[in-house]
Structure formats: C-alpha cells, structure tokens
C-alpha cells in the first residue's frame, strides 16, 4: 500500500470535519491529492508561478510536477525575515506564488503574496502545517521575531511521499498546542463577553486526540507517519482559519523563546518543541488560575517589563514601551466574569492538562534518543521569564496568558 493510500484511507475530506464558525464561510480549501490540478484549473496554460522553497529536492520534484500540467516554475527560497519577503523580485509574468515545504515557507510566501498581490498555494512537504491555511504568519523584524499578515492561502494539499521524518516532535508540538489554545479563546472570550463557537472546540479536540492516537499507535520509524500528522495538522489549519488556534499563548511563549535563545547564541529547539514544552507549563498554570480565589491584584509594572524587554529580546525603549501596556479594558469586569464561569473554565483547563499528559511520553518517544537531548536545554529561570513576557511580545489575539498579565498575576515570575 502507497503511503498516499493510507493518508487518505482514514482521513476524509474537509468536509467532514467541517463547522459552522459563527457565519463564517471558509475560502481556503484542501485539494486532493497533490494540489497540482488545483493550481492548474486557475492559471491558463503556460502561466508562471514563483515556488517559495525550504527543500531544493522538494522543489524539484514539485516543479516537475507543475510542467506536466503545463506550468512553469520559477524556485525562490524561503527565508524567515520580513525584509527578504520584502526584497523577492518576482517577474511580471508570475501569476501565483506556491509554497513547497511548512509553515515557515507558508509564511513567506504569504507574506510575499500580499505584497505583490497574487494568489497563494501550499504544497505541503512537511509535517508541521498546522498554520499554513491562516493568513497571519511570523517572520523576524531585526531580532523580533513579529506577527504580520498575510495573503490567505486559496488552498492547501499535502504531498505525502515528499514528507520527512526528522520534524516529527515539532508537529506534534504545534498540534497539542491547539487544545490549549482552545482554553485560550474561552477564557478571553468569557471574560470580554464574546463568543466562540461550540462546534469548533469538539472539531479541534476530536483532531487532536486523533493525533495521540495515532502516534500511540506508531513509533518514530513508521513510514505513514510523517504524512498522517501533516494530514492532521492541515485539518486543524482548515477548521481554524479564523481562530487562528496555531498563534496561542503556547506559540507566543515560543515564540518569546526563540528571540530570547537567539540573542544569547544558544542553540534552541524548534517552535513546536518550544509550544509543546510551554504549553505543558501553561496548563498548570492555567489551572491554578481558574481554581485561586477571586481576590485584589497589583497592577503589573509596565516600567520593569519595558526594562526586560530591552534587556533579554535587544528591544529598542520606544518599542518596548509600547508593548508593554495593559490591553484589557474595565479589569474589574472581566474578574468578575472569569470567577463567574469558573466552572466551565475549570472543565476547559482539566481538557488541556489531560492532552499534554498524555502526549508527554509520545513527545519525548518521538526523539531518536527519546527525549533525553531535550534535557536541560531550557533553564527554569527561562521558563518563568517568557512565560511573564510572552504577553508583550505582540500576542495574535485575546488569551488567557493576556488575561493573567493584566490581572497583575505574573509579576511573580519577572526577574
């Protein structure tokens, strides 16, 4: 059996984990099989279209592909800087961007797309895709590591045979971090009086779960199994275009991480590894926030945050000061609902802390060495320093993390 076979054997269509997100209706769509015939249905014969690529093995193959469907490619390599987006000189007979690799490809090539107005495909080669449908993506700015956004993808496929097998832990990362962003979008949604929609929290959870399962069932060295979470990762993306669940505070601790271990020249783990690792952390966290009873706070100390802002990420002081304010509006307000629905955000928590539990062993199994390089690679003082500054570093949307920083509940974590 081909290892496209068994993606697809137990992984139907869109539609079939598809929701109705408050009246939104989703543009980008999952092609089938390769994407090919998707790109060529909306280009005429012969048109140009610029491939933004991680792997040149990856790009090769996908570009001869795209020929025999009469499509000519131009290859462009990814990068991970706003400035390189910025810079790509596309020719003026290029009609449509398409991104051969994750989400890093996704995102420049998103980003590029929205500069130069064209369309955007993405052609999945790796297993972390669960951002790739949404049209926020994260490039450096200088040493900050931003959110900027995007042109939103028309569509998305995944080539399973192009898929590797060494991105495995920060996919799988990536995908618990969805639950708890689903944690995220609650608590911020019941303390400002919003609303989220029912079907996607089954929708995600479902998925995800689906993910522990499978991984339970494999191990490291299983051919399909690259492809099967990549298969997951692009239904989350699919579901949570508008959520944006791939940005939660999970993500912006990792993301935090990144700029921190990068301006003190240490060699760090991926995003997803980071996500996984902070999300574990954020749902203890999480639950002693639901649980602790309602009572005064300090106000947080916007001066000592812009401060540490300049000192661990090399801000500039305007920058800093500028990040660092409080977002949440009539404070008190949003206490009183959170000790409100404390029951609800109480069951959300315990859904969270039950996934990372349980994908703890798969994670670390997921390591050639079974997670024993992870050891020691993250000092606790880092993890309460980004874990306190995560909400200043330019947060996609409303989170729970967001909620504590302005509740004054992590100043016990500044140094």
């Given at each position: ?12 269509l ?20 390769d ?52 810079s ?69 496929a995944?080539?399973p ?17 969805c ?7 609650e ?36 051919p ?21 669940l791939?940005h ?12 921190l ?14 996500a ?94 079974d ?12 993890v ?15 989170n729970?993390l ?14």
């Open positions: 059996m081909r290892i496209s076979d068994l993606v697809t054997e137990n992984f139907p869109p539609e079939a984990v598809e929701c109705d997100c408050g009246g939104h209706t989703f543009s980008a769509k999952i092609a089938e099989q994407g090919v015939s998707e790109i060529a249905s909306r280009l005429p014969h012969g048109s140009v279209a610029a491939l933004v690529w991680g792997r040149e093995d990856h790009a090769r193959e996908y570009a001869r592909r795209l020929r025999k469907a009469g499509i000519v490619s131009r290859p462009y390599p990814a990068s991970d800087t706003v400035q390189r987006a910025q790509v000189a596309l020719a003026e007979d290029v009609r449509m961007l398409v991104a051969v690799g994750g989400s890093k490809e996704a995102d420049f090539a998103k980003y590029a797309a929205k500069i130069h107005n064209l369309p955007v495909f993405v052609a999945v080669t790796h297993s972390d895709a669960v951002s790739v449908l949404g049209k926020n993506c994260v490039l450096y700015n200088g040493n900050e590591l931003c959110l900027c956004e995007g042109k939103e993808p028309f569509g998305a995944i080539v045979e192009l898929v590797p097998s060494e991105h495995l832990p920060a996919a799988f990362g990536n995908i618990c971090a639950a708890l962003s689903l944690f995220d979008r608590a911020y949604a019941r303390a400002t009086g919003t609303e989220i929609c029912p079907h996607l929290h089954e929708t995600v959870l479902a998925l995800v779960y689906r993910a522990l399962d499978t991984v339970a069932a494999s191990n490291r060295h299983s399909e199994l690259p492809a099967r979470l990549a298969q997951i990762a692009l239904r989350l993306s699919y579901v949570s275009q508008h959520e944006d791939a939660g505070a999970a993500d912006d601790c990792a993301r935090t991480a990144d700029m271990f990068r301006r003190e020249n240490r060699v760090a783990p991926s995003r997803g590894e980071f996984f690792v902070f999300g574990a952390v954020l749902c203890a966290v999480y639950r002693e926030f639901v649980r602790a009873p309602h009572a005064f706070t300090p106000p947080p100390d916007n001066n000592l945050r812009a401060e540490l802002l300049c000192e661990y990420l090399g801000w500039d002081e305007l920058t800093a000061a500028r990040a660092a304010v409080s977002r949440v509006r009539n404070l008190g307000l949003a206490a009183y609902r959170i000790n409100e629905y404390r029951d609800e955000l109480i069951s959300a928590s315990d859904e969270a802390k039950k996934v990372f539990d349980e994908g703890k062993k798969y994670f670390r199994r997921l390591y050639e060495d997670g024993y390089g992870m050891k020691n690679r993250i000092e606790p003082s880092d309460k320093t980004v874990t306190a500054l995560a909400p200043d570093t330019h947060p996609l949307r409303g729970a967001l909620l504590m920083r302005d509740l004054g509940l992590l100043e016990r974590y500044l140094a």
